[in-house]
C-alpha cells in the first residue's frame, strides 16, 4: 500500500495509492475509509523511511470517510492533523524515537496545546514547537501579560514544553498545518537545523561515508556503500528526520512563483 521514493536531503514521498485499477491482479486494493487504518497505514510508511535512514519526508492521504475536510471548518482540519501527527508520535516514541510536532506559530502552538494537553501529557517523548517561535504581535503581547502575572502568582509562566531540555533531543519532526506562503519558515528551520550540525561536524564526513571529486565539475560528492546512496549535499550524522504530513504540496504549488508567493523551485526544495 505505501510507496516510498526519494533521496538523501530531498523531499520523500510517502503516499497511500488505491490499487483498484492495477493491472496486477494478485494486489489488493487499500481503503483507508477509518482513523485506525490511516494511522496504522502512515506509521508503517514512515517507519520505513526511517529504517531506510530518510530524513525527509513528505506523508499523504486523504481524510476519512465520515469527516472530510474540505466540507468543514479549517479548524477540524487543523485539529484532525495534530490528532493524526499525535497518533504517529505515539507510535514512533515506542522505537525509541523523541519528537516534536511543528506548527505554523506560537498562535497554533497555544491552541493546540488547550485541546490536545491531556494527550500530550501521557508522552515524555512527544513535545509540541513551531516553525517561527512567534505568534501575531497582539496575542505574543497577551501571552506575555498572563506569563507575567502567573510568574507572580508563584505558579510560573506554564508556556509548555517549548525550549525545554527535551528539544535538543528531539530525533524527529512532524510538520503540520504550514501553508503555501509559510514553505519559506519550513525551509528557514530544517536549513537551519543542518547548518548547525554540520558546525558541530566539521569538515569531516559521518561513518560509511566517502567524499569523492566529480570530474567534469569539480563538485565534491559523497558515497554510501552500504545503502548504495550518492549525494552532493554533504551527509551528517545524526540529522532529524523531517516529516512533513497532509500540506497538500501538490495543490499549493499552484500558488508558487504569484506575487506575495515564495517562487515555485521551493516546492522541490
Known amino acids: 500500500g505505501s510507496k516510498l521514493a526519494g533521496r538523501q536531503g530531498g523531499l520523500t514521498l510517502a503516499r497511500s495509492q488505491n490499487l483498484e485499477s492495477s493491472s496486477t491482479p494478485s494486489t489488493s486494493p487499500v481503503v483507508l475509509d477509518n482513523y485506525t487504518d490511516i ?16 530524513t525527509r519526508m513528505e506523508v499523504e492521504f486523504p481524510p476519512v470517510l465520515e469527516a472530510d475536510a474540505y466540507k468543514n471548518s479549517s479548524d477540524v482540519y487543523i485539529d484532525a492533523n495534530v490528532q493524526f501527527a499525535i497518533a504517529l508520535g505515539r507510535v514512533l516514541q515506542e522505537y525509541d524515537r523523541t519528537v516534536q510536532i511543528l506548527l505554523p506559530d506560537e498562535n497554533e502552538v497555544r491552541r493546540a496545546r488547550k485541546i490536545f494537553g491531556q494527550a500530550l501529557d ?58 503555501c506562503s509559510e514553505l519559506v519558515d519550513l525551509k528557514k528551520f530544517v536549513d537551519g537545523q543542518r547548518d548547525r550540525l554540520l558546525r558541530e561536524q566539521g569538515g569531516a564526513v559521518p561513518d560509511g561515508w566517502q567524499e569523492y ?27 532529524p528526520a523531517v516529516v512533513l504530513m497532509n500540506l497538500e504540496l501538490e495543490t499549493l504549488r499552484g500558488d508558487l512563483g504569484l506575487i506575495a508567493f515564495p517562487p515555485k523551485e521551493m516546492h522541490y526544495d
Open 39 to 54: 494511522v496504522n497505514n502512515m506509521t508503517k510508511a514512515v517507519l520505513n523511511g526511517l529504517k531506510d535512514d530518510l
Open 122 to 179: 501521557m508522552y515524555d517523548n512527544i513535545s509540541l514547537g513551531s516553525l517561527t517561535g512567534r505568534g501575531d504581535v497582539i496575542s505574543d503581547a497577551i501571552e506575555s501579560v498572563k506569563g507575567v502575572f502567573s510568574f507572580l502568582d508563584g505558579q510560573g509562566s506554564g508556556s509548555g514544553q517549548q525550549g525545554s531540555a527535551q528539544d535538543a533531543q528531539v530525533d524527529t519532526y512532524v510538520v503540520v498545518n504550514a501553508s
Open 213 to 239: 571529486k566529480d570530474e567534469k565539475s569539480g563538485r565534491p560528492y559523497f558515497y554510501n556503500a552500504k545503502s548504495e546512496r550518492t549525494t552532493w549535499d554533504r551527509p551528517v550524522a545524526n540529522e
